[in-house]
Every structure is written in C-alpha cells, then in structure tokens.
C-alpha cells in the first residue's frame, strides 16, 4: 500500500488543522494505522494510531483530548483532526500503515511497515 499525507500548512497557536492519509494500491481495511511526528532536532514520536475498523483509538499524551484520528475505509483514508494547536506541535507529520493486530507494539515505528512521505504543519506563537 502507498500512503500520502497531505492537509499541513502554518497555523496560529490555538488554531486547527486537519491532516489526510490517502492510501492507494491496496484496500486499508486491513490495516491497522497511525499517524507519527518529527520535529526539528528530534527523533520520530508517536501522535495516533486507529484499528482497522477505526473502534479503537490511542493517543500520545501531549496530544490527547486535542487531536482525534478518524479513517474513512471507503474512502481508503486516514484523517487527523488538531484541534487547540500548540508551537510545540510544529513538526513534520507522517501517517503509516501494518498489517499487524491492534496490541501488537501500536506506538513504535518500527512496528509499522508502510509511511507516507509527511507533511509539515508550523504552529505560530
């Protein structure tokens, strides 16, 4: 499967944005997806991650209660809704996908087999 990010852009502190995954070549309904962050100077983190039938979600929790992850498997997309957005949000944002079950290692990158190329999103003060 071939992930793509897209929907960043630079945000006033407090705004909002909305981030897409679109999946191409295979069908994500079988995949369990997550959405992952670098920001300058720092290693990768975990931001989401939603099962396969989107029932079940987790969240890093410097962004809990802000962000909501949402897939629409018809559409073949992932969505990352960011809400009360922060300057320590700035970072380039990537979305990935694995065939693996929900518990198996869902914050840990190298638990994720496929990655979109990410998209920036800068949070202003």
């Known amino acids: 499967v071939q992930l793509q990010a897209f929907g960043g852009g630079l945000v006033q502190a407090g705004g909002s944005l909305r981030l897409s995954c679109a999946a191409s070549?295979?069908?994500?309904?079988?995949?369990?997806m997550g959405w992952f962050r670098q920001a300058p100077g720092k290693e990768r983190e975990f931001v989401a991650a939603?099962?396969?039938?989107?029932?079940?979600?987790n969240y890093a929790d410097s962004v809990k209660g802000r962000f909501t992850v949402s897939r629409d498997n018809a559409k073949n997309t992932m969505f990352l809704q960011m809400n009360s957005l922060k300057p320590e949000d700035t970072a380039v944002y990537y979305c990935?996908?694995?065939?693996?079950?929900?518990?198996?290692?869902?914050?840990?990158?190298?638990?994720?087999?496929?990655w979109g190329q990410g998209t920036l999103v800068t949070v202003s003060s």
């Open positions: 990935a996908a694995d065939l693996r079950g929900w518990g198996a290692f869902l914050r840990m990158e190298n638990y994720y087999d496929y």
């Open positions: 939603i099962s396969r039938s989107g029932g079940s979600t």
């Open positions: 070549g295979r069908t994500i309904n079988n995949y369990r």
